[in-house]
C-alpha cells in the first residue's frame, strides 16, 4: 500500500488451454468466491472463447464436497458455468496429473513471468496486472521446444480457438448464496438490511440470490420476488402488496396526518398520539394504536375524548384501551384533580 507501506499478500491465478499450452495468469487479492470467479471469466475472455470443461483444482471456493467420483460444485461456480455454457469437472483429489497442464502453467508462469517482476514495486492490483500482461503476451509468443519451433499462440489460433464456444452476450454478474428464514413481519434478513416477502410466507425458508445491485429471493428453485439492493444497514424495503390486508390499511396515513386530526380534536389528544408514536417499536403498531384512539370521538364527542386523553396522561396510563376504559366508565366527567407538587424542604 502507498499510504502505508503494508505489503499486501496477493495469489497468481493460471489458466491453460489442452492442445496449445495457452497461458492466461492474472494476480488476484484471495481465493475467495468473487476473485475466483472473476479471474474465471477474465480467462474466457483473454481466451476470446470458452472451452466445453474446465478441470479445476478442488479448492473450497469451488467446491463444496471434495470427492473422488462426484465432487459437490459450489452454487455460484455452477452458476458461472451455466450462464458461459461450460462443464466443471474438478480434479481428482491428490490427482495432479488430472490438470497436467495447468500444474506446469504456474511453474512456467512463476520462473518466467514473477521471477522477471520480483524486484519490482507495485501499489496497487492494476498495476501488477499491467506487467504481468505485458509479460504474458511474450510467454505466449515464445516458440517452444519440442513443437517445431511453434509459438503457443500459434498453436492456439491452430487449434484450440476453433474449438472454443463463442462468450455470451453479457458478462457473469457475480452473486453468493445464503439461506434465510422469513421473520415473523413477513421480511428476510440480508447484509444488515430487511426485504419484504409476500406474508404467506412467515416462517418459510428461502434461498437468496445476493449481487451488487439486486436480491432475488427464491423457493424451491422459483423465484419469489427481486429486490433492489439496498446499503441502509438496518432499515426496511416493503413491497405494499406483500402485506396482510390489515397492515396495508394504514399505508395511506402518516404521523403529520394522524397528528393533524388529532390537533382538531384537542391539545390533549394530541399530545397521547404524539407519545403513541414516539414509543412504539414499529410504526404499524402506532398507527393502529393512533387510529383506535381518534375513532373514539365518533362514538363519544371530541370533547370527552381530549377530557378522557388528558386524564389517562396524568394517570401515566396512555394507551388506547386505557382511553376506551375512561370513556367507558364515564370517568372523563368528573373534575380533574392534579396533585399538588411536593413541598419543598427548607435549606439548613
Not at 455454457?85 to 518466467?112: F, L, N, S, Y
Not at 404521523?255 to 408514536?277: D, F, K
Request: hydrophobic letters at 40%.
Amino acid at each position: 500500500e502507498a499510504a502505508t507501506g503494508e505489503v499486501v499478500p496477493v495469489e497468481l491465478f493460471v489458466a491453460v488451454l489442452g492442445a496449445s499450452n495457452y497461458t492466461f495468469a492474472e494476480a488476484t487479492r484471495t481465493q475467495q468466491s468473487a476473485d475466483w470467479i472473476a479471474s474465471h471469466t477474465h480467462a474466457v475472455e483473454y481466451f476470446g472463447g470458452v472451452p466445453a470443461v474446465c478441470v479445476p483444482d478442488q479448492l473450497r471456493t469451488g467446491g463444496t464436497v471434495p470427492c473422488r467420483y462426484e465432487p459437490g460444485v459450489q452454487r455460484t461456480y455452477g452458476d458461472w458455468a451455466e450462464h458461459y455454457h461450460t462443464v466443471i469437472i474438478p480434479a481428482r483429489p491428490a490427482k495432479p496429473r488430472d490438470k497436467a497442464k495447468v500444474e506446469v502453467g504456474v511453474q512456467v508462469a512463476e520462473r518466467w513471468i514473477l521471477a522477471r517482476l520480483r524486484h519490482e514495486v507495485f501499489f496497487s492490483l492494476a498495476a501488477l496486472n499491467t506487467r504481468i500482461a505485458e509479460w504474458l503476451t511474450a510467454l505466449n509468443a515464445r516458440p517452444m521446444k519440442g513443437y517445431g519451433g511453434l509459438s503457443r499462440r500459434a498453436l492456439f489460433e491452430q487449434y484450440d480457438r476453433p474449438a472454443l464456444q463463442p462468450l455470451p452476450a453479457d458478462r457473469f454478474v457475480h452473486a453468493d448464496w445464503l439461506h434465510v428464514r422469513v421473520n415473523i413481519d413477513y421480511h428476510v434478513e440480508v447484509d444488515h438490511h430487511y426485504y419484504s416477502v409476500p406474508h404467506p410466507l412467515i416462517h418459510a425458508q428461502l434461498d437468496v440470490r445476493l449481487s451488487a445491485a439486486t436480491v432475488e429471493i427464491f423457493q424451491r428453485g422459483t423465484r419469489v420476488w427481486l429486490h433492489a439492493r439496498s446499503r441502509a444497514r438496518g432499515r426496511h424495503t416493503t413491497v405494499p402488496a406483500h402485506m396482510p390486508k390489515a397492515h396495508r390499511a394504514h399505508l395511506e396515513w402518516s404521523p403529520s396526518r394522524l397528528l393533524g386530526w388529532a390537533a382538531t380534536i384537542g391539545p390533549a389528544t394530541e399530545a397521547l398520539v404524539q407519545y403513541i408514536l414516539d414509543t412504539r417499536p414499529h410504526p404499524e403498531q402506532g398507527y393502529r394504536s393512533c387510529l383506535g384512539l381518534l375513532r373514539l370521538a365518533t362514538k363519544y364527542s371530541p370533547a370527552r375524548l381530549d377530557a378522557a386523553c388528558a386524564r389517562a396522561r396524568l394517570a401515566g396510563a396512555q394507551s388506547y384501551r386505557h382511553v376506551g376504559a375512561i370513556l367507558k366508565h364515564g370517568l372523563d366527567r368528573q373534575p380533574l384533580v392534579v396533585p399538588a407538587a411536593a413541598p419543598r424542604l427548607p435549606l439548613t
